[in-house]
């Protein structure tokens, strides 16, 4: 007789893969894994399994059978109390290991406190187990979804005040002179943060530019004037 097994995956109930470009953690929701229960990870994944707020194991792609631990976390009193059936004994926790990107948008200030709108595409993944570990111990998120927008919520403010550092010390018309400048400060800034939470930061790309259309006509005339 064939032996029935759960299989957990990051498929959902439509047969649809849940874990867009925009998850960068999705934590299975059902309470159902039990031991012997089958853990499927896709190659651009991690998967953490916890028991009662203790990470047993990180695994990276393959199917794995969920194994009690040699030192189990709860006694026989409380097995009994349950019925043998502990709600949320484990829990699978997957991880996005693919390169994502995130776009984040603010105003910074020149010295001559003119507003300048900047926007910033920042590429990030995880890339090992243990910073799989990480990014779980350490990254707050409520609800079974982390998305990106949620980790530039963290990381936005990182980024504007490492942008105003440097904008609000240069002249209007050399921001732009600055942009290479700008995206090494934002570089340093964001992976100096982001690796407390396993998070790789791969490349930055900023574009800075007056808010107000009449000055950046201003500033582009004054431009040709100097090449003319």
Not at 59 to 78: F, I, N, R
Not at 79 to 94: D, K, L, R, V
Not at 207 to 223: F, T, Y
Request: hydrophobic share 40%; proline share 4%; aromatic share 8%.
């Amino acid at each position: 007789m064939a032996v029935f097994r759960q299989v957990i995956s990051t498929l959902g109930d439509s047969g649809m893969e849940v874990m867009g470009p925009d998850v960068l953690i999705w934590h299975y929701p059902r309470n159902d894994i039990v031991n012997g229960s089958l853990l499927t990870v896709e190659s651009n994944h991690f998967c953490v399994l916890k028991s009662r707020g203790a990470i047993l194991d990180v695994y990276e792609m393959g199917q794995y059978a969920v194994q009690t631990p040699d030192h189990p976390l709860l006694g026989s009193v409380q097995q009994a109390f349950w019925g043998g059936q502990n709600p949320w004994q484990y829990e699978a926790i997957y991880v996005n290991r693919a390169k994502l990107v995130i776009r984040t948008s603010g105003l910074a200030l020149s010295r001559e406190m003119a507003e300048m709108a900047y926007d910033v595409d920042y590429y990030i993944h995880v890339d090992t187990k243990e910073a799989a570990t990480l990014l779980i111990q350490h990254m707050p998120y409520a609800g079974h979804v982390l998305n990106t927008s949620a980790v530039n919520e963290y990381a936005g403010p990182v980024i504007e005040q490492a942008i105003n550092q440097l904008v609000q010390v240069t002249p209007l018309e050399q921001v732009n002179e600055k942009i290479h400048d700008l995206s090494l400060l934002v570089t340093q800034h964001l992976q100096e943060f982001l690796q407390a939470y396993g998070i790789h930061l791969d490349t930055v790309k900023v574009l800075v530019r007056p808010k107000d259309e009449r000055m950046k006509a201003l500033i582009s005339l004054k431009e040709s004037e100097l090449r003319g």
